[in-house]
């Protein structure tokens, strides 16, 4: 189940408002931690969720700095068809287009075009990014990030 379920229904406000989203446990902080870091490339608002299918991936060294490698979890990875093809990140009114690798068994991933998207939306490890399919045919993925001050 994932952590990032609003406690309000009624409205999505921005981390930086004081409807902050619930407890964290399993990232080690709470949410009210989570808020836009100043300065960064024109931080997007939090959208609320489409319904579609989502993952988030806890940002780590090695997705934010060279290797800049993104592995899918687990509950990406069984989102997400056994084959490799483009893929379409978007946030906001920005996209970057890479592939998907998803046709090897033990990890699925994206390729090196990754870094492209961690470096324009200025990732740092701590980051939270949920990734919501909101397309099959061509693979569309929209990205929020939560950002961990």
């Known amino acids: 189940m994932s952590a990032f379920y609003l406690k309000h229904t009624s409205s999505y406000k921005s981390l930086s408002s004081e409807a902050y989203y619930g407890p964290v446990p399993e990232f080690g902080f709470s949410a009210k931690e989570m808020k836009p870091r100043a300065n960064t490339c024109e931080d997007i608002d939090i959208e609320p969720k489409t319904g579609a299918p989502f993952f988030h991936v806890n940002l780590t060294k090695t997705h934010v700095s060279p290797l800049y490698l993104l592995t899918i979890p ?8 056994n084959i490799e093809a483009p893929v379409i990140l978007t946030r906001g009114t920005e996209s970057w287009t890479m592939n998907y690798i998803g046709n090897n ?3 699925k991933r994206l390729d090196k075009r ?14 939270v990014c949920t990734f919501e399919l909101t397309s099959k045919d061509p693979m569309r993925l929209k990205v929020q990030v939560l950002r961990v001050l």
């Open 114 to 127: 990754w870094k492209q998207f961690a470096v324009d939306n200025k990732l740092k490890v701590g980051d």
């Open 105 to 107: 068994i033990v990890h």
């Open 74 to 81: 687990a509950e990406g990875a069984r989102l997400l068809p």
